[in-house]
């Protein structure tokens, strides 16, 4: 099929197109133009050109999906916009809860065919994601369009390079997120924690005073994000950004801009990923001088921070174990490259903990006795009159914790940050026997297979923390059959190398929002809707009300 693929191209057709031509012109000189009648070579051109564009739509439009296609017997919509691209664009549900409708309407199906053009597919069950996630990682690649956007955002890190390049980077990224490592900067994260809490209680004091109607109401996701970027600053970079304690900064609104899930962002996403780019530019839209201005924003803050963390190396001798000073002292990185390692671990170190915070308040916010059970075990692991400083051992007091696990887990399976992700095949390949081809697109929803009733049960999706504890202590897989069934951080070689970090910020944010708050949520619960271009965040906010605890 790889070499069809490569003969019906638009390049290979057009190519022929032209030796066509000339041939015609030069075999038959008089013949040609009689049968055309015509004696302009341009109109022979484009007549050779228009009948080879017209036999490669026959071929793919008719011939591929009914005879040549390895997928054509796979059942599913087969739309002209596919559910993943369509996802983008709703607005009154999860974008995640159409490919739950898919499995619904081919309930027994692991694999099902979204396009009409035979180059989309669904994964809808674990059997196939062995192949896809770990054994032939490398035979799939991000679809080119999406890293070129992507690449914006995030540099060209480990979420964007693939091969050799993504194998070596990562290799030099591991030691900075090792278990030992996570486990020391653990006071670091409790102290922002604290912080934000404290600060918290100020903001809600202040609103008592000033107005008796909107008393104790935050929007949670702004101070969410704050204070993981201030983890991931002192994390990723050893550097203070004290971004909890500035009323604005320039990488912060950055960030909100970018992230923010507004319709005609989503819209510009969306027509980045199936049009390219480079396409898209050349719209008169808007968006595209939004877009330009805040990316290259963000390089020009970024690149002098890197800059400064490597004079700080060579002239002071910085003796920080953070990921960048790792990346500088391997001695294998550009200052280019450095850069965008650094985008890669400021934008994915804040907004995954950061979306996740928020969406574990919004959950219990709407069930009091869940906080009343966290709160209690989290004030007897962590009394009032602990002194909490370097030398308590607060992993070895919050991971054994049955229900800060438990609800951490839930809300990471029911919100899975980036609910979505596109694998396109390299090479002719397969899955579990399933022969994929060059250049067809497997998508993966972590969104429909993290609350697949098949998998989870009938109650996938409930909230229900009591699904990972087992004898009252944590368990690691929510009752799931296979590790595939969880899939909020991925598996294999391109898994999230900071989800031992992430869960670690997790643990400490939320404990500490417990021991100093209980709270409801203060908005309609109707306008809570996930939206976003590449994590999920509520697209109207979370509004919470807090009650401070003495």
Request: with cysteine; net charge neutral.
């Amino acid at each position: 099929m790889g070499i069809l693929a490569e003969v019906f191209s638009l390049p290979s057709l057009t190519l022929a197109a032209v030796v066509e031509s000339l041939l015609a012109i030069k075999i038959f000189p008089d013949f040609i133009p009689t049968l055309l009648n015509t004696e302009n070579h341009l109109a022979i051109f484009g007549a050779v050109f228009l009948a080879n564009y017209a036999f490669g739509i026959l071929f793919w439009g008719f011939l591929y999906p009914t005879i040549f296609s390895p997928l054509r017997g796979i059942p599913g919509p087969k739309s002209i916009i596919s559910t993943s691209h369509r996802g983008l664009l709703v607005t009154d549900r999860p974008p995640g809860d159409l490919f739950l409708d898919l499995i619904k309407e081919y309930p027994n199906e692991e694999i099902l065919n979204l396009s009409a053009f035979h180059n989309q597919v669904l994964v809808t069950k674990p059997r196939m994601l062995p192949d896809l996630l770990v054994h032939k990682a490398y035979d799939f690649i991000k679809p080119p369009k999406i890293s070129s956007f992507l690449r914006h955002v995030l540099g060209a890190g480990l979420i964007v390079l693939e091969g050799d390049q993504h194998k070596f980077l990562r290799k030099n990224t591991m030691p900075a997120f090792s278990f030992r490592h996570i486990k020391d900067l653990y006071p670091m994260m409790w102290t922002k924690a604290v912080l934000m809490t404290n600060i918290l209680r100020e903001e809600v004091s202040g609103s008592d005073t000033k107005d008796s109607k909107n008393s104790g109401i935050i929007e949670l996701s702004s101070w969410a994000s704050r204070v993981t970027l201030d983890i991931i600053g002192v994390a990723g970079m050893g550097r203070e950004f004290n971004m909890l304690e500035k009323s604005e900064d320039p990488l912060l609104d950055v960030y909100e801009q970018l992230l923010d899930p507004a319709p005609e962002k989503l819209v510009f996403a969306m027509s980045s990923f199936i049009l390219g780019i480079p396409f898209v530019r050349l719209l008169p839209w808007k968006m595209n001088d939004v877009f330009k201005y805040l990316t290259s924003r963000l390089n020009e803050i970024c690149m002098p921070m890197m800059q400064a963390k490597k004079e700080a190396i060579t002239k002071t001798k910085d003796n920080h174990f953070d990921v960048l000073s790792l990346l500088i002292k391997s001695d294998n990185f550009t200052d280019s490259e450095l850069k965008d390692q650094l985008l890669t671990f400021l934008a994915a170190g804040h907004e995954t903990t950061s979306s996740a915070l928020t969406w574990a308040c919004y959950l219990l916010a709407k069930n009091s006795d869940l906080q009343k059970k966290l709160r209690d075990e989290v004030s007897e692991a962590l009394p009032d009159d602990l002194v909490i400083d370097q030398s308590v051992d607060l992993a070895g007091l919050l991971e054994p914790l049955p229900y800060l696990n438990g609800i951490m887990n839930e809300t990471l399976r029911l919100y899975p940050t980036v609910p979505m992700t596109m694998r396109q095949a390299i090479c002719d390949s397969n899955l579990a026997g399933q022969p994929i081809p060059k250049g067809v697109t497997v998508v993966l929803s972590m969104w429909q297979m993290n609350r697949s009733p098949e998998l989870w049960g009938s109650e996938a999706g409930d909230f229900r923390p009591e699904r990972w504890i087992t004898d009252g202590k944590p368990n690691t897989n929510g009752g799931a059959s296979s590790n595939y069934e969880f899939l909020t951080f991925l598996h294999g070689p391109r898994s999230c190398i900071g989800q031992g970090f992430a869960k670690a910020e997790m643990r400490c944010l939320l404990a500490s929002m417990i021991r100093n708050f209980s709270w409801e949520l203060a908005m309609d619960e109707k306008k809570v809707l996930p939206r976003g271009v590449i994590t999920i965040k509520p697209a109207n906010g979370m509004y919470l009300k807090l009650k401070p605890l003495n």
